[in-house]
């Protein structure tokens, strides 16, 4: 091995020099790759300042030849950069810049300097309240004096702290007249209300997070906007009080914009996404209201005092809404009035009937509400809900224990009462069959029973909202059938993790030596019965998990687990076989007594039972907070299934810190799919799915951990690729299995979305049913090529366009020349490019619409499937879109809806940028189009293909539902004229329309965008590049919030 070149990692630039010394190595040894175009510049850049930095110091006596080296690089920079975007020589003699005055009255009109931080403006520093060093709050004094504006970020403030700052910050905020902004939460109840209201009476703007049980905030950070381009931040461990800053053992890291701007960039980002976040609320002294709020948040978290709804504004959580939307999308644009939602226990369920409610309610102030639970304090906690959402503590009468209604008119009733009572008012309007117009139903798992079937017949309500953490009975009744067959929303897991609605988990994959291959494989699942066989004759299993648990869990002989079996047998096997291992545990299957699981969940409460092991009752009958270890002792084959197991140890209790998961792995089935669990866990599928195991799952919410044994990793890892990679003859042998059945059922059945099946050219499923032996069209004669681009339509979710497809692949003939309106011509080409490109040979292929229409219905086959497809494109469709013409005033209709998803190709349509005639190519992300008098702007919000880079990924971002904060090109500036018709858009009349997208590609797939539409300016900061952010005329929806937020959760 080279002598100069150490084993291990690097992050270095190949030049010749290293290319020669890597030739000494084993090419086996050597890592090494392409520069990523999104951020080749940082390593390229770095390379030349550490040349320049050790020529410079080679020299560092000789100023005249360093000041040569330095002109002569910048004219070679000069070269190649955009105009103005450099600036001239460095002047002779060379000198520095410290500082430019400013006419103060406050001493006689003379100019006036701030002082300079101890620390050197483009220096960085560790901060430790050391003797003879600056400390924290001496540092923060004087670099608050020359800040042009400040942020700060802090757990607490306490008034001994901000004694100490006074001074400083009154000579910023009323002798200088600059900005302040804090962020502060009642966390513990530290914060004192003084100085809160010193701050604010000198002119700070404070807001305020109450939600302390979740949140957590702990950070406690400072940052001195200087427009200088000299911005400095303090991040550390220093709360307002006078002991972190003045002489604890606190430790804080100053930083510097020069040595660190994008951590500065971060700091800015993130700041503001809390900052426009509805948890942190303005607080105000001269306000009572909010006054009397804060002290009570106060003497509540210091348990001094009781919640009163009068100082409750509870609003919905970013995962509510997005269930919210989802449900508004089913009934307004899907015309679904029967939803269900699956939300895991302990993640609000309530609170989204109640708000779901509450804008029913808005709209229609005579809406009578009927909310239906089985047990007391269900439904007296479910009423205090409604009563603080809807802020009427009248709201709503109980019909339960002995207690009737008066009005009738929001009834929160238990089921037993109901049917008591079914009898005695069904001849009259009390429980008429339209008697209620809103009815909810929680833990709708139960409404496959007798009493709940009845009562569901009977009643004919405009909306039925179903509630559940777990749709798969242990029976295998579908409690779908209320609902068309279908979910309307579910949770995603990671944001109520993000959120800490959910304790966090920590999951392990351990592979447990099983050979699986063999057994028998029907209709998507292993033989239950073999399954079972295999487990409970291997001892050698039984004592592989005993060991994991001694090694895994903290304490096993106070572990409080669930683990999930393949049938009876095996759960009494297990607890056999712990029993014999010194544990306590039992077996509790469909066979016990209510009364056994009652004793059983109170004996494992209590800490006299270690575990139980079940195989069914995941859903009725075993929910216990307390569970802290969950056992996967059998493959399961549906994601719901394994989520809902799960879910069974995500409750908060009492000191529960996380949960415990370990996860039994053998040599699968090849049938068998692991990657339908890990896609379910974090959203992640395909070939990234395997690369996140590969590398180790480095992107979970905070807590959260999946963990991997080396075996177990490389079974998981093969069975993805295998899944990934597969034959249309596999797939058309699994569809064999299942029967003639649509293609909307075998995607249902097998799990898989519409993406994995359309996974390239040769995959469609025309040909899928061929090679399956069911009936089809004849093919066309250019079957292969039209049916093996359908993967590129897979995106299309706006609702006219697909219902103009629709209607157009619905007729038995092509529509004659002229009957297409210009707009439905743009939308046939649209679909067009989409499919076969914008090439030059494919625009001449087809020069007019008749040509095109003429080839598609030569393919029959084809022609039925896309209509399929585009079907399922619309039934999937989670959002209202809203056509773009009502919104812009136009004279030409351009066929385009906001919050619906395009690729660049489908945009340019739209636009009359491409068409058969004419091809205008649109390269730099910007587009400025004259005739519409509109910017349009094409954001990619991960610039890299990297996971992560921490340069390029605070530029664009979303700030709230309607704040974008977005980057302009490099050489614009509030000068030029591109800037000037940004920045006054609206007094000129022209338009802004956003873009967006957060990936380039997603496995080896280009990704459309999503339009949000019309923004308009609200400020900047900087230049070249200017930082704008627009204010959107329409919220964006929740999902596409989170996914393009700076923070997760």
């Known amino acids: 091995m080279a002598s100069n070149l150490a084993p291990g990692l690097y992050e270095r630039l190949i030049t010749e020099a290293l290319a020669k010394a890597l030739e000494g190595l084993e090419p086996g040894l050597v890592e090494r790759d392409a520069l990523d175009d999104g951020d080749a510049h940082v390593l390229l850049a770095r390379h ?60 006689g009109g003379r100019a006036f300097l701030p002082p300079r931080p101890t620390i050197p403006l483009g220096a960085s520093d560790l901060l430790v309240n050391a003797k003879h060093e600056p400390r924290v709050g001496d540092a923060v004094k004087r670099e608050v004096v020359s800040a042009d504006r400040v942020d700060l970020l802090c757990a607490f403030i306490r008034w001994h702290g901000v004694r100490v700052l006074r001074d400083r910050l009154y000579e910023h905020l009323v002798e200088r007249g600059r900005p302040m902004r804090i962020l502060t939460t009642t966390y ?65 890291v100053r930083l510097s914009q020069v040595e660190t701007p994008d951590i500065l960039e971060k700091f800015r980002a993130t700041f503001e996404d809390y900052w426009e976040d509805e948890l942190f609320e303005p607080y105000d002294p001269a306000r009572v209201e909010d006054v009397e709020k804060l002290e009570h948040a106060l003497d509540q978290t210091r348990g001094t005092e009781a919640t009163d709804i009068a100082y409750v504004d509870l609003k919905p959580y970013p995962h509510q809404v997005e269930i919210l939307e989802k449900l508004e999308a089913e009934r307004v644009r899907h015309g679904r009035y029967k939803n269900l939602v699956v939300s895991a226990t302990g993640t609000g369920k309530t609170m989204i009937a109640a708000f ?28 205090r809900t409604f009563r603080t959402v809807l802020r009427d503590g009248a709201f709503g009468e109980l019909l339960v224990g002995g207690q009737k209604p008066r009005k009738w008119r929001h009834v929160f009733a238990s089921i037993q009462s109901l049917t008591s009572q079914k009898g005695a008012f ?70 109520a993790l993000e959120r800490q609605l959910l304790v966090p988990f920590q999951y392990f994959g351990v592979h447990d030596n099983t050979e699986l291959q063999r057994l028998k494989w029907t209709l998507g699942k292993y033989n239950a019965t073999e399954l079972g066989n295999l487990y409970t004759a291997d001892h050698g299993r039984v004592a592989l998990i005993l060991n994991e648990i001694s090694d895994k869990v ?60 079940t195989v ?24 719901t299934v394994f989520l809902q197991q799960l879910g069974r140890g995500l409750r908060h209790a009492p000191k529960k810190s996380c949960l415990t998961v370990l996860d039994f792995i053998g040599h699968a089935h090849k049938k068998f799919r692991y990657d339908v669990r890990y896609k379910a866990l974090t959203g992640i599928s395909g070939k990234a799915l395997a690369d996140e195991i590969e590398d180790g799952f480095g992107y979970l919410p905070a807590g959260c951990s999946i963990e991997l044994d080396r075996v177990a990793s490389q079974l998981v890892i093969d069975n993805i690729k295998s899944s990934i990679g597969g034959s249309v003859s596999a797939v058309a042998a699994e569809l064999a299995e299942f029967g003639d059945i649509s293609l909307a059922e075998f995607l249902a059945k097998t799990q898989r979305e519409p993406e994995e099946l359309y996974r ?56 004659a020349p002229g009957e297409l309106t210009p707009a439905e011509e743009q939308m046939l080409y649209m679909l067009h490019f989409s499919l076969w490109g914008d090439s030059a040979k494919s625009r001449a292929e087809w020069p007019y619409a008749e040509a095109l229409l003429k080839n598609m219905w030569q393919h029959p086959a084809v022609l039925q499937e896309l209509r399929e497809l585009l079907g399922l494109l619309d039934d999937r469709a989670s959002h209202v879109t809203f056509p773009l013409d009502g919104e812009m005033g136009w004279e030409h209709r351009v066929p385009l809806s906001v919050h619906a998803r395009y690729t660049l190709s489908e945009i340019r349509a739209a636009f009359g940028l491409l068409s058969p005639e004419n091809s205008t190519p649109i390269r730099e992300g910007v587009r400025y189009l004259e005739a519409f008098d509109t910017d349009l702007f094409f954001i990619t919000l991960e610039k890299t293909e990297k996971h992560y880079s921490p340069q390029t990924m605070y530029k664009d971002y979303a700030m709230s539902t309607r704040l974008f904060h977005w980057e302009s090109q490099s050489n614009t500036s509030a000068d030029t004229p591109t800037g000037q018709r940004y920045i006054h858009h609206r007094e000129r009349g022209s338009k802004v329309l956003l873009f967006v997208r957060r990936h380039k590609k997603v496995n080896g797939r280009t990704q459309p965008y999503t339009l949000l539409g019309p923004a308009n300016y609200v400020r900047h900061e900087g230049e070249r590049p200017m930082g704008i952010v627009w204010e959107l005329e329409r919220a964006m929806p929740s999902d596409l919030f989170l996914d393009s937020k700076v923070l997760a959760g």
């Not at 105009?83 to 400013?102: C, F, K, Q, R």
């Not at 530290?190 to 809160?196: F, G, M, V, Y």
């Not at 949140?215 to 550390?236: D, P, V, Y």
């Not at 069914?616 to 994601?639: C, H, K, M, Q, Y």
Request: hydrophobic share 40%; glycine share 8%.
């Open 554 to 613: 903290l304490d096993p002989s106070k572990m409080k687990a669930l683990g999930f079996c393949v049938n009876i047998e095996h759960a009494e096997f297990m607890a056999a076989e712990f029993n014999r291992a010194g544990f306590s545990t039992l077996a509790l299957t469909s066979n016990s007594s209510r009364e056994d699981r009652d004793t059983a969940k109170h004996r494992l409460v209590s800490g006299e039972l270690q575990a139980i092991f």
């Open 188 to 252: 513990m109840g530290a914060t004192e209300r003084r100085a809160l209201d010193e701050l604010s009476k000198m002119g700070a703007e404070i807001r305020i997070c109450y939600e302390t049980q979740t949140t957590r905030l702990h950070a406690k950070a400072w940052l001195m906007h200087r427009e200088t381009g000299f911005s400095t931040a303090f991040i550390g461990s220093s709360n307002i009080s006078h002991s972190a800053l003045m002489d604890g053992l606190e430790w804080n």
């Open 760 to 815: 390239s050219q040769s995959w469609y499923w025309t040909k899928i049913r061929r090679q399956a032996g069911f009936e089809t069209y004849d093919a066309g004669p250019d079957e292969a090529r039209f049916g093996g681009r359908l993967h590129r339509i897979l995106h299309i979710d706006a609702a006219d366009r697909l219902s103009f497809y629709d209607r157009l692949l619905g007729a038995q003939s092509p529509p």
């Open 616 to 639: 069914d009752l995941f859903n009725e009958g075993v929910d216990i907070p307390e569970v802290d270890t969950v056992l996967f002792l059998r493959p399961t084959e549906s994601a």
């Open 426 to 495: 069904a001849e009259t309007t009390t429980l008429a069959p339209d008697a209620f117009d809103f009815v909810i139903v929680d833990e709708f798992h139960h409404a496959q029973a007798r009493t709940y079937s009845e009562l569901l017949e009977h009643l004919e309500p405009e909306i039925l909202l179903g509630l559940t953490a777990t749709p798969e009975r242990a029976d295998g009744k579908s409690v779908l059938s209320w609902f068309g067959g279908r979910i309307a929303a579910e949770i995603r897991l990671w944001e």
């Open 356 to 383: 779901d409610f509450k804008r029913w309610y808005e709209a229609n102030p005579d809406a009578t509400l009927l909310f239906v639970a089985h047990r007391e304090d269900i439904l007296k906690q479910s009423l």
């Open 48 to 107: 030349i300042y550490r040349e320049v930095e050790g020529a410079l110091e080679g020299i560092r006596n000789d100023a005249p030849r360093q000041l040569a080296l330095v002109n002569r690089v910048l004219g070679v920079v000069r070269e190649f950069a955009n105009s103005g975007s450099v600036g001239g020589d460095v002047t002779e003699p060379a000198g520095a810049l410290y500082g430019i005055g400013e006419v103060d009255e406050r001493v």
